[in-house]
């Protein structure tokens, strides 16, 4: 069972021309306990990845944010690049790191100082970010060189971020965008990190892939290029969801036909949708499962009873209950998610409750106690369903941008065998 320290809240909403509203855009919520400590992990590359991909270490901070190395800049007689660690988030486009005269920015954040880069150019355009949590910054346009891992990109529209209105929750430096722009993306200044990638690196294929672990031994991943079945999941392939829904958004999003709990008859359908099922974001900077209200309240009911000593924590808008003795969570279903493949049938992806109820510390008294990491939403939110980094530790999952679809297999460290079976 995963622990963690804390949890935030990233999903940006950008406001600049050419862009949806603030009203568009996911608002993920801020997870602000005491939790289990887990130590900060950044191991080593692996080896014998497939040869047309390219596999980048993520740093784990408690599992609640994942990061990547990345240098900005090119070469050059005593201007070397510069280095930060950023978020990859599929939940939003841009890519940004804090400005050398960034007022307000965390202490100890890498600053990128445009002085010290022989290639970097001015744009001007000012763009701001709107955090969930209540964070706002903002910051200036340029154009630069970005390296990451074994790849690169010459000509990347990015944000040198100078102010932040408030303290942000963020432990990395910036973020890097993974979202993609079909619409937008039409050659100019304005594309995005993955529009670039794929534009300046035809040879590459056109995906990526997460392989996310709560395991200090076991290093997490995103791959560019061919995905590395072998080594991250216990199945050959993935099982793709239908992508109907990305054909008029940004968003990473595949389509989900119900969710409820195994063997229980606790099911919320969405009859409304009909054979495209309700839309579900696939969130790389979210760190829980956050729901609309009904849905939120539907599930937690059928859960609550099954433990003791639960209470509502309005803050967090989260459970949090005594764990059963010996953590022996034998008696907790099944989380059953049915998603809508690409020949309109139902596909279960299964997450056993080692992987969805997470402990915690209680910062009252200490006390160990059981949290199942599903939030409770809002009905402002774009979308009903955003599944994080929680749900990403059980799958390998796959964002293939040539195909526009969302694929899913199992993680080789879940506690289920490959292929599992799962129903209401």
């Known amino acids: 069972m995963p622990a963690m320290s804390w949890c935030w809240g990233l999903t940006l909403a950008v406001l600049t021309s050419g862009k949806p509203p603030a009203a568009d855009r996911p608002s993920r919520l801020k997870l ?12 080593g590359r692996r080896l014998n990845v497939p040869p047309n991909s390219y596999s980048n270490p993520l740093g784990n901070y408690d599992n609640v944010q994942y990061h990547v190395d990345i240098e900005i800049g090119t070469d050059c007689p005593l201007k070397p690049r510069q280095k930060f660690e950023v978020v990859p988030d599929t939940g939003s486009s841009d890519l940004w790191v804090p400005a050398n005269n960034c007022s307000r920015c965390k202490e100890g954040t890498r600053k990128f100082d445009i002085t010290k880069s022989c290639k970097a150019q001015q744009i001007g355009t ?8 209540g964070t706002v910054a903002s910051g200036g346009s340029f154009l630069d060189a970005v390296k990451l891992g074994g790849i690169e990109v010459t000509h990347q529209l990015m944000i040198q971020v100078d102010t932040m209105e408030t303290d942000t929750h963020m ?5 890097l965008g993974l979202a993609h722009h079909y619409a937008s993306d039409g050659g100019g200044e304005g594309n995005t990190f993955m529009a670039t990638l794929f534009r300046e690196n035809p040879s590459i294929p ?9 395991h200090s031994s076991d290093q997490s991943q995103l791959v560019f290029g061919d995905p590395d079945l072998p080594h991250h999941s216990k199945e050959s392939k993935f099982s793709y969801g239908k992508g109907n829904y990305m054909d008029t958004t940004e968003l ?26 309700a839309p579900v974001l696939i969130d790389s900077g979210s760190s829980l499962l956050v729901l609309e209200p009904n849905i939120y309240d539907r599930l937690i009911g059928e859960l ?8 509502e924590l309005p803050e967090q808008q989260i459970l949090s209950c005594d764990c059963p003795p010996a953590m022996d969570l034998s008696k907790i279903p099944q989380l059953v998610i049915n998603i809508i493949n690409e020949e309109n049938k139902q596909l279960a992806l299964c997450m056993s409750p080692d992987e969805y ?18 939030q409770r939403g809002s009905n402002d939110q774009p979308v009903p369903m955003i599944f994080g980094m929680t749900f990403m ?15 899913f297999a199992r993680n080789n460290l879940s506690p289920l065998p490959p292929n599992a079976k799962c129903s209401v």
């Open 32 to 43: 602000n306990l005491t939790l289990r400590p887990s130590r900060r992990e950044t191991l």
């Open 393 to 407: 530790r059980s799958f390998y999952t796959n964002f293939d941008l040539k195909n526009k679809r969302i694929g």
């Open 126 to 133: 000012r763009v701001t970010f709107r955090y969930g949590d």
């Open 252 to 277: 990473w999003l595949t389509s989900v036909w119900s969710v409820g709990w195994s063997g229980t008859g606790v099911e919320v359908t969405f009859p409304d949708r009909g054979t495209l099922g």
């Open 304 to 311: 609550k009873w099954r433990f003791t000593g639960c209470h």
């Open 171 to 175: 432990k990395s430096d910036g973020i």
């Open 357 to 374: 109820i997470l402990e915690s510390l209680d910062p009252a008294d200490g006390r160990t106690t059981c949290v199942p990491s599903i």
């Open 206 to 214: 056109q995906q990526f892939s997460f392989y996310l672990t709560g």
